[in-house]
């Protein structure tokens, strides 16, 4: 090991043990029974942690070009956590889907893994549970002291998650069986469930009486959210206005696909067609449950040793149903691979019709060519430091540029043959991406919408007004999905954009590489190449790639 080699190590070491919620979705095992202290305390540590190993950073020697990436990877990260901090960005903290009651939530969740849970570990979490509430809630009241308060709608979601968290505790009692570890688990969940309601209450009535009613975060915290999540920086304007362009672009491709299915239908139409076809419906979350495991278990079949070289590790994906509402996310094996690769898909009624011909796209891009083989590739890579090779979910430029362009690429493949899965791939990953841009910048940067939009051209936008777009570029969900997504992009200022952005810089790199070796270029050797460079901000990473 090199001196930088060591250093990023202890930093992973260090940073586990003062977030283990973080840890558990790094998949960095030890710290299973702990949670987050998100105290204020807990916060300034972590921030410390951070800006000793900046400095060392700057004095540790860095050999090779390996050494080089790697001091460049660490080095970003770490400017990116502390300029967080200088900004109070940390300092009382609310998100719809990774802020600390939703880590907090899948620290427990991600224990529950059926017989081969470690219950020792979940009754740890669950003891533990109300200390951490009470730390967050400090916190919370000090920034709320210092005039800094989530926007109320972030308030109030956190405020219901918390609500309804408490069912699905008291379902792990149910399902352990009898015995003395069962009455200790009872007495935990009893006392998280109690922590949990208490906190709702809190946010519902002191937090929430604070917290202002406007969303967007403008332009400068937007800019710190663009690092954040896509490791580079962006012209907004220009940014906003390809958004469009590329919009337009897909949904003229989306009518040339529809019209292969329902010739002279128009596209929503034809969606709705395909939507109440039986051939493209499955009754049950079960069903649905196995119906996209065979779906990621074929995917690996065919790609390996074709256009990849998978490692056996890696040939097992596990498709599971999350018992409260999270979306759909996949998370990387653990380090010592004693946690698979999991997709987690979220079925609304379990009970219900799943619509399935969008669904093959959102599995290339959760499992293979897409997540799973990106982020297990680098979890294996013995070239990597443990820092890189733990910090995927730190880089979602990175990491959602390559699932975006997994659904691309398995077009270009062959993979679609079904005309509604392609339609499918260009409606729920394409243009629903390409929306996202448009969206994310606008709401948070309160822009018009400009001439020749067709949607409420020259005002600016609202909450309101992305709902109703979003609900006419992403199909009949119900009201609580398009909520949600805005709450999202609300509460996660830049990360959206991630997707899209991440992809054209992918495409770009791998066009100019076919430019570079004209007949001689192998894309597989140049996803070989690309993979194993380890996750990293954009600005690096189309740097490294255009070095051949």
């Given at each position: 090991?090199?001196a930088?080699?060591d250093?990023a190590d202890?930093y992973a070491?260090?940073?586990a043990?003062?977030d283990p919620?973080l840890a558990a979705?790094m998949?960095i095992?030890g710290?299973d029974?702990?949670?987050?202290d998100?105290g204020?305390d807990?916060?300034?540590?972590r921030?410390?942690?951070a800006r ?15 050494g080089?990436v790697?001091a ?8 990116v956590?502390?300029a ?7 300092e009382?903290f609310?998100?719809?889907t990774d802020?600390?009651?939703?880590r907090l939530?899948?620290?427990v969740e991600l224990l529950d893994?059926?017989?081969?849970t470690?219950?020792?570990?979940v009754c740890?979490r ?5 200390g951490?509430l ?7 009241e ?8 989530a926007?109320r ?6 405020a219901r ?17 009898d015995g003395?570890l069962r009455?200790?688990?009872?007495e935990a969940?009893?006392g ?8 709702a209450?809190f946010?519902?009535?002191t ?7 406007r969303?967007?975060?403008g332009a400068?915290r937007?800019r710190l959210?663009?690092?954040?999540f896509?490791?580079t ?9 390809w958004g469009?362009?590329?919009l337009?672009r ?5 009518a040339e696909a ?7 239908e128009?596209?929503p139409?034809?969606?709705a ?13 079960e ?8 779906l990621?278990?074929r995917?690996?079949?065919d ?8 490692p056996e590790?890696?040939?097992r994906?596990e498709c599971r149903?999350?018992?409260v ?6 998370l990387?094996?653990a380090e ?7 997709v987690?898909?979220t ?13 093959p ?5 959760e499992?293979?060519p897409g ?7 680098t ?6 430091n443990r ?6 979910e730190l880089?979602?430029?990175?990491c959602?540029g390559w ?5 691309r690429?398995?077009?270009?493949l062959g ?10 791939m260009?409606?729920?990953g394409q ?22 939009a067709g949607?409420h051209?020259g005002?600016?936008w609202?909450p309101?007004?992305g709902?109703a777009f979003l609900?006419?570029?992403k199909?009949p969900?119900p009201?609580?999905?398009v ?7 609300l ?8 997707y899209?952005?991440g ?12 430019r570079?070796a004209?007949a001689?270029?192998?894309l597989k050797?140049?996803?070989r190449?690309?993979?194993?460079l380890g996750?990293?901000g954009l600005d690096l990473l189309?740097a ?5």
């Amino acid at each position: 090991m090199t001196a930088l080699d060591d250093l990023a190590d202890r930093y992973a070491d260090e940073l586990a043990a003062l977030d283990p919620c973080l840890a558990a979705l790094m998949g960095i095992a030890g710290q299973d029974a702990r949670l987050t202290d998100y105290g204020p305390d807990g916060v300034a540590a972590r921030a410390d942690l951070a800006r000793r190993t900046l400095a060392e950073l700057g004095r540790v020697r860095v050999e090779g070009d390996a050494g080089r990436v790697a001091a460049a990877v660490l080095r970003e990260r770490l400017e990116v956590e502390v300029a967080l901090e200088e900004a109070g960005v940390r300092e009382g903290f609310l998100d719809t889907t990774d802020g600390p009651v939703q880590r907090l939530r899948m620290a427990v969740e991600l224990l529950d893994q059926g017989a081969e849970t470690d219950w020792d570990a979940v009754c740890g979490r669950l003891r533990a549970l109300p200390g951490a509430l009470a730390g967050l809630r400090v916190s919370l009241e000090r920034a709320c002291g210092r005039g800094r308060v989530a926007a109320r709608r972030q308030v109030l979601r956190n405020a219901r998650e918390c609500a309804e968290f408490p069912a699905y505790l008291g379902g792990l009692v149910s399902r352990h069986g009898d015995g003395a570890l069962r009455d200790g688990l009872g007495e935990a969940v009893r006392g998280a469930s109690a922590a949990l309601a208490e906190f709702a209450g809190f946010l519902r009535g002191t937090l929430a009486g604070r917290a202002p009613e406007r969303d967007a975060l403008g332009a400068d915290r937007y800019r710190l959210g663009v690092r954040d999540f896509l490791g580079t920086e962006l012209d907004l304007a220009e940014t906003y206005a390809w958004g469009w362009e590329e919009l337009a672009r897909i949904e003229s491709e989306m009518a040339e696909a529809a019209a292969r299915i329902l010739p002279g239908e128009p596209v929503p139409a034809v969606m709705a067609a395909l939507d109440a076809d039986p051939a493209y419906r499955i009754e049950g979350a079960e069903a649905f449950r196995a119906w996209i495991q065979e779906l990621a278990d074929r995917a690996i079949e065919d790609l390996d040793g074709a256009h990849f070289d998978i490692p056996e590790p890696l040939r097992r994906i596990e498709c599971r149903i999350p018992p409260v509402e999270s979306g759909i996310y996949y998370l990387a094996p653990a380090e010592d691979l004693s946690r698979p690769g999991t997709v987690w898909w979220t079925v609304g009624d379990p009970s219900a019709e799943v619509v399935t011909w969008t669904v093959p796209t959102t599995m290339f891009h959760e499992g293979v060519p897409g997540h799973h083989l990106q982020l297990g590739v680098t979890t294996l890579n013995p070239r990597l430091n443990r820092f890189q090779r733990l910090s995927s979910e730190l880089h979602p430029g990175h990491c959602e540029g390559w699932g975006l362009y997994a659904e691309r690429l398995m077009d270009e493949l062959g993979h679609y043959g079904d005309p509604a899965h392609r339609l499918g791939m260009l409606a729920g990953g394409q243009r629903f991406r390409a929306a996202r841009v448009v969206l994310d910048i606008g709401l948070h940067l309160e822009l018009p919408i400009p001439a020749g939009a067709g949607f409420h051209e020259g005002e600016r936008w609202t909450p309101e007004l992305g709902a109703a777009f979003l609900r006419s570029r992403k199909g009949p969900d119900p009201d609580s999905v398009v909520a949600f997504e805005i709450d999202r992009y609300l509460g996660r200022p830049g990360q959206a954009i991630a997707y899209k952005l991440g992809e054209r810089v992918w495409l770009e790199a791998r066009e100019a590489a076919r430019r570079r070796a004209g007949a001689a270029f192998d894309l597989k050797g140049f996803h070989r190449r690309a993979l194993d460079l380890g996750p990293m901000g954009l600005d690096l990473l189309r740097a490294e790639l255009a070095k051949g």
